[in-house]
């Protein structure tokens, strides 16, 4: 290695004593090997479980930040991986290239180019690849293999004082091995790096080993239930069960039921005794989703719950002991419910000990394209194909784009889109791209706020003329089209639409029943 192209690795070992965040130190690690390498592209991969997660990237499409690569599924990472040396592909290799169509400088498939890999170790334990991707196929002819070492063990250098300083700063081995038995386990992470991600992660961390009872708030599809699996795989309760209820799905005569439990013949129907979810989740994390659906009736049995620590079993005498950690979330704004009457005060005191505000993917940025990029690669796994990449045009639409659908939204457009691209091609031998034409979100109406529901777009059409037309009859019929209309837009949850439009769930089910919607 020449003294020259020695210059800029020195920047890179001064950072070592400077505190950044992990992403930016191996950004400029990444931006600095390619001052000193004739590379396009590269990238830093950390193995964890069967996959390899991009912790930084240069010269690629950011949504490569977003993608899980499976081991098994790309042969090439493989090889490199197992290989203790360097590993260089030849142009004409038949193997696939994980990268194909995510190189920033290209827009179509490449046929021809070089491409080399570096396994990286700590601690004599594998700790992921170091890759590099050029568009001349002859880039890498006169790059000394010792030159490539050195910047592996320097590379390895600077992951070994990231983790330390992060150990030091945030993390405990209690949290690492809860982090590392949620890959383990298949359990979907939460993939962002904007400024309000980062903001969770860290109340996430923070209230995760206490007993409190959490509060989880935010829209509709924005990941509530993640962040309520996460906060319980992170506790001292991990081992033991999460039990899920979902507060708006049950008739209001079984809810009760549900949490407590019931005895045979304790109401018509009960034919056998059953444990409620209370005494499911003792010793561990009981999670109510969508709580601000419970009826009132019901609300003072699970304050009483909540204080004391004891459930009774309907048609029983006796008390149960439970020691249960309470988790629940609501997208609704509970404190105006508490205000308008429809949710108990002291209950919502209780619920949120501690709460958290997960944002939505509005506040996000450019995590949409993390996002979309970790959708493409499910997408392409589940299907088969050789491989999903994005267009510039689809990235400037999925960035303007509002997502009133949130996070689901994005994950269900992308599942369209790739099944459009497939249409009348060989997914498994070509690069699939995805275009703003096929993401088709000019296509889809946004939301309103819960409280703001939309109002159809053309009045509804009449089979008589205004003035034949009774009050009743038109009143009917505007009802009839507005409620299509929201059931529609919330998937025909009655309990969203019926908050949408102000209406009081029973009522609203009346409603619907009066009309024959």
């Known amino acids: 290695m020449t003294t020259g192209k020695s210059y800029p690795l020195l920047g890179v070992i001064t950072d070592l004593a400077r505190d950044m965040p992990p992403a930016e130190r191996f950004g400029q690690l990444l931006a600095t090997i390619r001052q000193v390498l004739p590379c396009d592209a590269c990238a830093l991969l950390q193995l964890r479980g069967d996959e390899l997660i991009p912790m930084a990237v240069d010269g690629l499409s950011i949504d490569t930040l977003g993608r899980h690569f499976v081991i098994e599924d790309h042969p090439r990472l493989a090889r490199i991986l197992l290989n203790p040396e360097p590993v260089r592909f030849a142009a004409d290799s038949p193997l696939p290239d994980p990268y194909d169509g995510l190189l920033h400088a290209v827009e179509g498939d490449l046929h021809v180019h070089d491409c080399l890999g570096i396994a990286l170790y700590l601690q004599g334990a594998p700790w992921g690849v170091l890759t590099l991707d050029a568009l001349n196929a002859n880039a890498f002819d006169r790059v000394d293999p010792g030159q490539l070492r050195y910047l592996a063990r320097l590379s390895e250098a600077v992951i070994r004082v990231t983790e330390l300083t992060s150990q030091l700063q945030s993390r405990t081995e209690h949290h690492q091995a809860m982090t590392r ?23 996430i961390d923070m209230v995760a080993r206490s007993d409190l009872a959490v509060l989880i708030t935010g829209e509709t599809g924005v990941g509530k239930e993640l962040v309520a699996r996460r906060v319980h795989a992170l506790s001292n309760r991990a081992q033991a069960p999460l039990i899920y209820l979902n507060c708006a799905a049950l008739p209001e005569n079984l809810v009760e039921s549900e949490l407590f439990g019931h005895t045979r013949g304790a109401f018509s129907g009960a034919m056998q005794s059953r444990l409620g979810k209370f005494e499911l989740a003792h010793g561990g994390t ?88 970790h959708f493409l690669e499910q997408n392409r796994r589940r299907l088969g194909l050789r491989g999903l990449r994005l267009d510039a045009s689809a990235r400037e639409a999925l960035l303007t784009y509002p997502w009133p659908g949130n996070v689901r939204e994005l994950e269900h457009l992308i599942s369209r889109a790739v099944l459009k691209a497939q249409t009348g091609q060989d997914g498994s031998r070509r690069l699939l791209t995805l275009t703003a034409g096929l993401l088709d979100l000019q296509g889809i109406p946004a939301l309103a706020p819960p409280d703001k ?34 059931l529609a837009r919330y998937d025909n949850n009655q309990s969203r639409a019926a908050q949408a439009l102000g209406i009081d769930r029973g009522n609203f089910s009346r409603l619907i029943k009066r009309l024959g919607v």
């Open 453 to 486: 529901p939309v109002m159809p777009t053309h009045p509804p059409a009449t089979e008589q003329p205004a003035d034949e037309q009774t009050l009743r009859e038109a009143t009917d019929e505007f009802q009839v089209q507005l409620i299509r209309h929201t």
């Open 181 to 203: 038995a949620l890959v383990a386990d298949g359990q979907q992470e939460l993939i962002g790096r904007s400024r309000a991600m980062t903001q969770l992660q860290q109340e």
């Open 286 to 373: 009981l999670f109510l989703d969508e709580v601000g659906e419970l009826p009132l009736t019901v609300q003072p049995k699970l304050l009483r719950a909540l204080q004391s620590g004891e459930v009774q079993r309907l048609g029983s005498d006796s008390h149960h002991q439970v020691d249960v950690r309470i988790i629940a979330a609501s997208n609704r704004d509970l404190q105006r419910e508490v205000a308008e009457g429809r949710f108990r005060a002291d209950l919502y005191h209780r619920l949120g000990v501690y709460p958290i505000a997960v944002p939505n993917l509005r506040e996000r940025h450019k995590d949409v394209l993390l996002l979309a990029g």
